[in-house]
């Protein structure tokens, strides 16, 4: 293509002066999760079977924005302590949490609640005893250990309880995360769980939900979260060779689009906020977060905040506590400035960096040391 050796130019040229991004409402934010925490609309009710992630979103809003003593008052923290230990379930095939005191008719084999323990549910609990920085002496070690294992499958994945057939690859990343905060690895074959997220991997250099599914965010998140989660001495050639580690960063950088800044979950489909951190925090748990255009990308969140508060997972939608909390969560890895400027986040468990090390320190049946 020919060029023009001397190209037209405005005199004053103010079409290129970057417009000033607006600030993070981060008070808004907040408020949001914390109304969410009170009580749902009617038209959310959906979502009272997976309560435990509901508490987990909207707590750790509130830990990213440093605001969880100013917004719950100690009992508050106490009560909510006490709720998520009386989720702590047992039985025949060991102790986990579940999503909340629902009943269901349906009896779990193995578990004498009507309400089993969920593998999901066990790491959100976990996470969010650990930003309301509890003790953990209430903790049976010995039952997680023994759910973590009765809920690997015989394809080397997890299942959301012992014996579902519901093995992906949310799940493995779950016990990954689990097994790494007991810092006891005995609950899983490690090699047959590697196996099985290697089987995952797709030829865009992403993962799929299960073996042969299409390259997705979330999954590709959990995978690479999962085999960086490995202590390296116990890794089975967990992590990624050089030709597969450019093949999956080149995925997750195409991802990111060049009109809006936002990240799309799969090739060829719109942004989103929750896709944002999913791929976002995949490239900064490889080493590769300066290839992320962090400018374009706050732009895009500036752009999905709601007027009344949260985060949207794009503009002109309705915010909720899922969207508001990954996009805080990427904000603080992405480390923009000004009122932008949040964390730090510990990418690989998805928790602030200070909540992530409470949790290793406290999890474990023997204190770690430093
Ligand atoms: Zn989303």
Same mark, same amino acid.
């Given at each position: 293509?020919?060029?023009?050796?001397?190209?037209?130019?405005?005199?004053?040229?103010?079409?290129?002066?970057?417009?000033?991004?607006?600030?993070?409402?981060?008070?808004?934010?907040?408020?949001?999760?914390?109304?969410?925490?009170?009580?749902?609309?009617?038209?959310?009710? *959906?979502?009272?079977?997976?309560?435990?992630?509901?508490?987990?979103?909207?707590?750790?809003?509130?830990?990213?924005?440093?605001?969880?003593?100013?917004?719950?008052?100690?009992?508050?923290?106490?009560?909510?302590?006490?709720?998520?230990?009386?989720?702590?379930?047992?039985?025949?095939?060991?102790?986990?949490?579940?999503?909340?005191?629902?009943?269901?008719?349906?009896?779990?084999?193995?578990?004498?609640?009507?309400?089993?323990?969920?593998?999901?549910?066990?790491?959100?609990?976990?996470?969010?005893?650990?930003?309301?920085?509890?003790?953990?002496?209430?903790?049976?070690?010995?039952?997680?250990?023994?759910?973590?294992?009765?809920?690997?499958? +015989?394809?080397?994945?997890?299942?959301?309880?012992? !014996?579902? *057939?519901?093995?992906?690859?949310?799940?493995?990343?779950?016990?990954?995360?689990?097994?790494?905060?007991?810092?006891?690895?005995?609950?899983?074959?490690?090699?047959?769980?590697?196996?099985?997220?290697?089987?995952?991997? +797709?030829?865009?250099? !992403?993962?799929?939900?299960?073996?042969?599914?299409?390259?997705?965010?979330?999954?590709?998140?959990?995978?690479?979260?999962?085999?960086?989660?490995?202590?390296?001495?116990?890794?089975?050639?967990?992590?990624?060779?050089?030709?597969?580690?450019?093949?999956?960063?080149?995925?997750?950088?195409?991802?990111?689009?060049?009109?809006?800044?936002?990240?799309?979950?799969?090739?060829?489909?719109?942004?989103?906020?929750?896709?944002?951190?999913?791929?976002?925090?995949?490239?900064?748990?490889?080493?590769?977060?300066?290839?992320?255009?962090?400018?374009?990308?706050?732009?895009?969140?500036?752009?999905?905040?709601?007027?009344?508060?949260?985060?949207?997972?794009?503009?002109?939608?309705?915010?909720?506590?899922?969207?508001?909390?990954?996009?805080?969560?990427?904000?603080?890895?992405?480390?923009?400035?000004?009122?932008?400027?949040?964390?730090?986040?510990?990418?690989?468990?998805?928790? +602030?960096?200070?909540?992530?090390?409470?949790?290793?320190?406290?999890?474990?049946?023997?204190?770690?040391?430093?």
């Amino acid at each position: 293509m020919a060029t023009d050796p001397e190209p037209f130019t405005l005199p004053e040229d103010v079409s290129a002066q970057p417009v000033p991004i607006p600030p993070l409402e981060r008070s808004r934010h907040v408020a949001h999760c914390n109304r969410c925490l009170a009580g749902l609309p009617a038209s959310l009710t *959906d979502i009272d079977s997976s309560r435990m992630v509901l508490a987990f979103y909207c707590l750790g809003v509130m830990d990213v924005y440093s605001a969880l003593d100013m917004k719950l008052s100690a009992s508050d923290r106490e009560a909510w302590r006490g709720w998520i230990w009386a989720q702590q379930a047992g039985g025949e095939h060991g102790t986990g949490f579940r999503p909340g005191p629902f009943m269901t008719r349906v009896r779990q084999p193995g578990y004498t609640d009507a309400s089993a323990p969920h593998l999901i549910m066990t790491y959100c609990a976990l996470l969010s005893l650990a930003i309301l920085r509890d003790d953990f002496r209430r903790l049976d070690r010995a039952g997680l250990v023994r759910f973590v294992r009765a809920c690997q499958d +015989t394809n080397g994945g997890f299942t959301t309880t012992p !014996g579902a *057939d519901d093995a992906d690859l949310r799940m493995c990343y779950c016990a990954f995360v689990v097994c790494s905060f007991l810092n006891d690895w005995s609950g899983m074959d490690v090699t047959r769980a590697v196996d099985y997220i290697r089987r995952c991997r +797709t030829y865009e250099g !992403g993962y799929g939900q299960s073996p042969g599914a299409e390259a997705l965010g979330g999954t590709t998140y959990c995978a690479i979260a999962a085999l960086y989660l490995l202590p390296q001495d116990t890794a089975p050639a967990g992590r990624l060779t050089r030709a597969e580690h450019r093949q999956t960063v080149r995925w997750l950088v195409h991802t990111q689009d060049g009109a809006t800044g936002g990240f799309a979950g799969r090739t060829n489909k719109v942004p989103d906020a929750c896709y944002c951190f999913w791929q976002g925090a995949a490239l900064a748990i490889m080493g590769e977060k300066e290839r992320i255009d962090a400018v374009a990308l706050t732009r895009f969140f500036a752009r999905c905040q709601h007027r009344f508060g949260g985060i949207a997972k794009a503009q002109d939608e309705a915010a909720d506590p899922y969207h508001t909390y990954l996009a805080s969560a990427m904000i603080a890895i992405a480390q923009g400035a000004g009122t932008w400027a949040l964390g730090p986040l510990d990418p690989l468990v998805n928790a +602030t960096e200070e909540t992530a090390a409470w949790a290793r320190e406290r999890v474990p049946a023997r204190p770690v040391l430093a």
